[in-house]
């Protein structure tokens, strides 16, 4: 594709689009970015943009610009329903999201990951495994730095390993990735969807333009419509699959691959993380064998399942990252002790009643804090004992450390988002980390 000399809106200032407009503009495009928020708060991405000569549009002007623009460029960030996409769909120019942009000026075939949960996990893992087994790839997009921002970098490598958003999905034409790998699907972000129909459609969307030349890497447990592409399937939890979990091992095709206990990971929702990166490499044409040590000295980015600290007997996890109940299920699934559960945040639009017989069984109590406390206590309470501690996480930590005993687990597993209460998921983790340092040995606590 051949964008010198169009002129360009990219809609959304955000990460994604800032990514776009800079390889746009790279490329010899006149590039415009177009945000209505507020101007004041956008004013250090205008100092930053301007000298790259990308003109901007910030504010209410951005919701009534009239530009004639030869393509748009949507950022992932950026509801299609609001009034900034409206007026520019009103002008009847073509608008693609910078997925399909940066997949398209790049060229390099592409392993693109979604699911629900674990995305950003399977990405590193894949990027580790390839690199090891001497297929050249790096990790971009939902996870960071945005696709856009390396695929001029792509051109000289073998593949780009992708992280891939539904909201990212939503705008493609011709995205075909070489591998697709499917992690699995669960309630979620009903704040911008209307409902989970309308979710999955976008998320299943990764498989739209395959061919039976391409693969697509599979959670056995998902029902997913008829696939063009050849198929590898894992699970952790049931049998049948071309990857299994038996004893604590990964097995492919009855074969043993590698021991849970050889990695840094913990938990069944991991071991099936693993399976995928596995998958995405012997659908390129490698052996396990040759991933193996990459992938067991592979270690977890913070928020997800994170021991911070053993204290009293008492382990302390962060997972932070949990921002739907499909993420706590997956942790307290995982675990073989008795939990004392930290969840509840801001109001997603779900119910947790959906996880209470799992609570229950493996949780001595729950302590619940934020926007969701209530609810969460009405449909978890008849099942198990539940403390609401507040908007007070400093209390939650507190609370749960007292009701837990030698042997225990406490998890701080939201299950979901964090904005009612904290900037983001990892602004939460961090506070519980430091908060968890903080506790005193019982034996040199003040009486």
């Keep these: 594709m051949n964008v010198a000399n169009l002129h360009i809106a990219v809609l959304g200032a955000g990460e994604s689009g800032e990514s776009a407009a800079r390889l746009l503009r790279s490329l010899g495009a006149r590039v415009t970015v177009l945000d209505s928020g507020d101007p004041a708060k956008l004013a250090p991405k205008l100092a ?6 990308i003109e901007c549009i910030f504010g209410p002007a951005a919701d009534t610009d009239a530009t004639r623009y030869d393509l748009g460029i949507l950022s992932p960030g950026i509801d299609p329903v609001v009034p900034l996409v409206k007026n520019f769909r009103a002008k009847d120019i073509e608008l693609i999201g910078e997925l399909e942009i940066a997949d398209q000026l790049c060229g390099t075939a592409v392993v693109g990951i979604t699911g629900t949960n674990g995305k950003t996990t399977t990405t590193q893992l894949c990027e580790v495994a390839l690199n090891a087994g001497g297929i050249k790839t790096v990790a971009c997009g939902n996870i960071g730095p945005a696709f856009s921002a390396k695929a001029i970098q792509g051109r000289s490598l073998d593949v780009m390993t992708v992280e891939i958003s539904s909201f ?3 705008e493609i034409r011709a995205f075909r990735p070489k591998v697709a790998v499917w992690l699995g699907f669960a309630p979620d972000h009903l704040d911008r969807y209307p409902d989970m129909e309308s979710y999955y459609a976008a998320k299943v969307r990764i498989f739209e ?3 039976a030349d391409d693969w697509a890497v599979v ?3 998902d029902r997913l419509p008829p696939l063009k592409a050849r198929t590898i399937t894992f699970s952790a939890c049931v049998p049948g699959a071309d990857f299994e979990l038996r004893d604590g091992v990964i097995h492919f095709r009855g074969k043993p691959v590698i021991a849970m206990r050889d990695t840094h990971l913990r938990g069944t929702h991991n071991a099936e993380n693993l399976m995928a990166a596995l998958g995405a490499g012997i659908a390129l044409g490698l052996d396990p064998a040759a991933m193996h040590d990459a992938l067991c000295a592979y270690r977890p980015l913070p928020h997800r399942c994170e021991l911070i600290r053993t204290l009293d007997g008492v382990d302390y996890v962060n997972d932070s990252k949990a921002t739907n109940l499909d993420s706590l299920e997956k942790a307290l699934a995982g675990e073989t002790r008795p939990v004392v559960l930290i969840a509840g945040g801001k109001d997603k639009g779900f119910e947790f009643d959906t996880v209470a017989e799992l609570v229950g069984r493996k949780c001595r109590c729950a302590v619940l804090i934020g926007e969701m406390a209530e609810r969460i ?3 978890w309470s008849p099942r198990l004992p539940c403390i609401s501690a507040g908007r007070s996480l400093e209390r939650a930590v507190a609370t749960a ?4 005993r ?14 009612d209460m904290f900037k983001n998921y990892a602004d939460r983790g961090n506070q519980f980390r430091q908060i968890v ?4 040995p019982a034996n040199t606590r003040q009486p």
Excluded: C, H, M
């Design 219 to 221: 959670n056995f447990r």
């Design 209 to 211: 333009n395959q061919t």
């Design 48 to 53: 930053a943009l301007k000298p790259a000569g």
């Design 168 to 170: 990212q999905l939503e």
């Design 401 to 404: 450390s007292s009701q837990a």
């Design 406 to 419: 030698s042997g225990d687990i406490v998890l701080f597993s939201p299950g979901t988002s964090s904005f």
């Design 377 to 379: 206590e009405r449909a």
């Design 437 to 440: 340092q903080q506790i005193q």
